[in-house]
């Protein structure tokens, strides 16, 4: 599955790998049923709902996506532990050569075994990778029960409105820095 990645992206978001029917497609989550597209589209990252087949459209809005690991299979707990840990050590590299301004990892599970976080919860979280912040979602997977549409478009929604007020405080510091600059 290739990357839809660019430098500085304000998110990176990173599924944990891609199913078989995604993998044959071609295109990140392309499974009839996965929640990722609509998910967006709820939240307000999209303007309208986006098919998995036009996934480089995320790009002229300053997202992307990759996956903790690229090895397909028909369902997540498929992976092992070391693939997880392995993949998360692969996923830090990219960011740091990239720098998007947020990485949300899609999957709570694959979070807190590619990080070694156990108590890592949905949300913001408190560690870095270099300046980027990271923000963990559920996994958007049709198979996650746990989350019906509604609540993935709004713990969603949670991490565009972070981006949108970060995006915010950067252009008052830069009307500020303009201002003092003028002003010396």
Sequence with gaps: ????IASGLRVLFCGINPG????????????PGNRFWPALFAAGFTERLVSPFDERELLEHGFG???VVMRATATADQLTREELQAGGKR???????????????????????????????????DERIGDTLLW???????LNAH?????????????????????????????????????S
């Design 136 to 142: 963990v979602l559920p996994n958007p997977s049709g």
């Design 91 to 125: 996923l830090r590299a990219k960011v740091r050569s990239y720098k998007p301004a947020f990485l949300a990892v899609l999957g709570l599970g694959a979070y807190r075994a590619a990080w070694k976080q156990p108590k890592a919860v949905i949300g913001k979280q």
């Design 147 to 183: 989350y019906q549409a509604k609540d993935l478009a709004l713990v969603f929604g949670e991490l565009k409105a972070a981006i949108d007020g970060c995006e915010e405080i950067r252009k008052d510091i830069d009307r500020i820095y303009t201002i003092n600059k003028m002003k």
């Design 65 to 67: 996506i990759t996956n």
């Design 1 to 4: 599955m290739p990357d839809v």
């Design 20 to 31: 078989l029917y995604t993998a044959a497609v071609g295109h990140h989550f392309a499974r």
